[in-house]
C-alpha cells in the first residue's frame, strides 16, 4: 500500500490564484480530513469527510473548498489564495470512528508546503 | 476559550531516561484522545490513542495516561532513545458520539534526546 499520497509536494501561489491540492489513498478507510500546520502551531482542521459525497467543515474552513466523490480521493480547493494561507496542509484518512474499534489510527501524508506571494 | 494544550513547549532528556509529555484539555465533552509523534519534515504519525473510559493505555515503550478528574493527559516513553527526538502533539475528539469529526490538536512539545 501507498497509505496516503499528496501531489505536489511543493507550491508557490500569487494572491488570487486558485489551487487544488490533491489526497488519495489506498486503505479503503471512510474518514478523510484536511489540516493545516503554521510554525510553532498544531495542527487545525479545514474539512473532514466521513465517507464518499459526505462533508463537514472543521475549525478553519474559510477560503477552502472540498469535495469527496471517491472513497479514495479527497482534493482540497484554494478559490483565491491569501498570503494567510502560506502554510504546510496535510491530509489523513482512518476508519471512520463508527463501531467499537478499539483504535482509530490516522495516517498522515507527507504534506505540501504552499507559500502565497 | 476551550482548548488543547502542553504545559512545556520543550523538553529534554538524555538517553535511556523515561520522558513524560503532558497535555491538559479542558472540554469535557471530549471521549477520545491520540498522541501524535512528529518528525522534522515529515506528516504527523500515530502514537497511541486512549478513550474516555479508561485511565490507561500501554504500547510498545509507551504509556498514555488520562486523568478526567483534572482534565490531564500524559504520555510516558521507557528507555527515551535518540530516534525519540521529535514533536509530540495531543488531540482530542470533542464531540460525543461515532465520528471522528472535530479533531483538535494541542501545539505540541518538541522532545531532544542527548546523549
Known amino acids: 500500500n501507498a497509505g496516503v499520497t499528496q501531489t505536489p509536494k511543493f507550491q508557490v501561489l500569487k494572491t488570487g490564484q486558485s489551487m487544488t491540492l490533491q489526497c488519495a489513498q489506498d486503505?479503503?478507510?471512510?474518514?478523510m480530513s484536511w489540516y493545516r500546520q503554521d510554525p510553532g502551531m498544531g495542527l487545525r482542521l479545514i474539512h473532514y469527510s466521513v465517507g464518499a459525497g459526505i462533508t463537514d467543515q472543521g475549525e478553519v474552513p474559510n477560503g477552502y473548498n472540498v469535495s469527496r466523490s471517491t472513497t479514495e480521493d479527497f482534493p482540497l480547493r484554494l478559490l483565491s489564495a491569501a498570503p494567510s494561507q502560506t502554510s504546510v496542509y496535510f491530509c489523513a484518512s482512518s476508519y471512520s470512528g463508527i463501531g467499537t474499534r478499539s483504535s482509530y489510527e490516522q495516517y498522515f501524508g507527507p504534506g505540501t508546503r504552499l507559500t502565497v506571494t | 476559550g476551550e482548548s488543547v494544550g502542553l504545559h512545556l513547549p520543550t523538553l529534554s532528556v538524555q538517553e535511556g531516561d523515561n520522558s513524560i509529555i503532558n497535555c491538559a484539555y479542558s472540554n469535557s465533552a471530549s471521549d477520545y484522545f491520540i498522541w501524535y509523534k512528529q518528525e522534522s519534515g515529515k506528516g504527523p504519525q500515530f502514537i497511541i490513542d486512549i478513550r474516555s473510559n479508561m485511565d490507561k493505555r500501554q504500547g510498545q515503550r509507551v504509556t498514555v495516561l488520562l486523568n478526567k478528574t483534572v482534565k490531564h493527559l500524559s504520555l510516558q516513553i521507557a528507555a527515551t532513545q535518540p530516534g525519540d527526538s521529535a514533536v509530540y502533539f495531543c488531540a482530542e475528539k470533542r464531540s460525543r458520539g461515532s465520528t471522528l469529526g472535530r479533531l483538535y490538536f494541542g501545539r505540541g512539545t518538541q522532545l531532544t534526546v542527548w546523549p
Open positions: 486503505m479503503n478507510h471512510e474518514y
